[in-house]
C-alpha cells in the first residue's frame, strides 16, 4: 500500500502545480543511506515454446528496460533508500519485480532519492505489464518477443521505442498515463493488432514508422494534450476524430470526408479512432 500512495501523492502534486492550485500538504525531509545496487535475475522457462507473465512494479525514479539478456530478466537495481529494496517472486510462468515499500508521513522531498532500475530482457516469449508512478522510463522494446505489453504510469516522461520486429504477434498493446510527456515510436515494427493509449493532459507522440506486419486498430483517448500522429506515407489508414476538437492540421496526402480522414496505400492497413476533448491534433509523415 505504501509503494502505491507514493506515485499517488506525487501525481496528486505536479497536477495541483500545473492547476497554479496552492494547498499546505505535509513535507517529508528524508536522509538517504548509502547506495546500493542490487543484481536482477530471472532464469529462463523450461520450456522455449513457454509465454512468460512478466509484471514490473516501480514507483518514482529511473525505470530502463531493452533487450540483450540471455535470461528472461538481467540487470539492476540501484538505490538509497532501503525500503526500495526490490522483491523478485517466480512461480511457474508467472514472474514478477516489484519495488519495496516506503513509508511515508507526506510528501518525499526527491533531490537527493536515487531509484535507477536498468533492465535486459531475453528473447523468450514474454507477456509484459508495467506499472508505474511519477518517472523516467527507456523502454527499447526491438527484436525482443511480446505477445502482449500493457504499461500504466502516473505524471511520466517516457519513450518508448519498437527499432526492429517484435518476433511475436502481439494481441495487444495498451499503454495508460497521466499527465505526462510520452513518445511512442515505430510503433509499425510492434507487430500489434490492437492498440489501445489513453491519456491525461500533456504532449504525446505516436509513430507508426516500420514495417507493418498485420492490419492493426488503433484506439486513443486523451484530455486537453498536443498529440502527434506520425504515420508513413503510403500506409493505407482510415483515422475518425471524435470530441470537441477542431484544431487538425495534416499533410496534403490526406483525404477529408466529415470527421474521417484517409491515406491511400498498398500494404497492411491501420484503423484509427481518436477521441480528443481540446487540444492540439497533428498528423504528419
Known sequence: MARKLLPAILVLS????ACGININLPTVNITPG?????????PLPSSPETVTNLSLAFGAGTLK????????????????ISDFKPTITVNGSTASIEQGNWKLNGIPNM????????????NAP???????GAYHAEYQFGGLSLTSLSVKDGAAQSKLDFDSPNASSMSLLHYETGASDVSLTNLGNANFSNLQFSSGAGNYTLDFSGTLLQDGTVTIQTGISNMNLVIPTGVPVTLTVEGGLNNITHDSNWTKNGNVYTQGGTGHTLNIIITIGAGNLNITH
Open 34 to 42: 548509502p547506495t546500493v545496487t542490487d543484481e536482477i535475475n530471472v
Open 126 to 132: 514474454i507477456a509484459l505489464t508495467i506499472q508505474a
Open 65 to 80: 528496460v531493452h533487450p540483450g539478456s540471455s535470461v528472461l530478466v538481467s540487470g539492476t537495481a540501484t538505490y538509497n
Open 14 to 17: 505536479l497536477a495541483l502545480m
Open 111 to 122: 533531490a537527493n532519492i536515487k531509484n535507477d532500475w536498468d533492465l535486459s530482457l531475453g
